[in-house]
């Protein structure tokens, strides 16, 4: 994804190396940084919710039950000694 950054253009918005000098060449310009920025939008949205958020949920699980272990094997040891 590219950030648009003042480049000396003759237009405001130009994110690529490309000479962009009449207004049909930025209208496509600004499609394709628009259509970057949906395209990320989309990537990182399904990666946190296909693939970090279920991750996060299972190791939570996997923390509570360890902790419960923990306590029990702390319990069980205090009662022998």
Known sequence: ???????????????????????????????????????????????WKEVLWPKITSLRIENAALRQELALLKTVNQKID
Do not use: A, N, Q
């Not at 394709?32 to 990182?44: G, I, K, L």
């Open 1 to 47: 994804m590219t950030i648009p950054r003042p480049t000396g253009h003759k237009y405001k918005y130009v994110g690529s190396c490309d000479i962009v000098d009449t207004d049909e060449k930025y209208i496509k310009e600004l499609e394709r940084t628009v259509e970057e920025y949906f395209d990320y939008w989309d990537h990182s949205v399904h990666e």
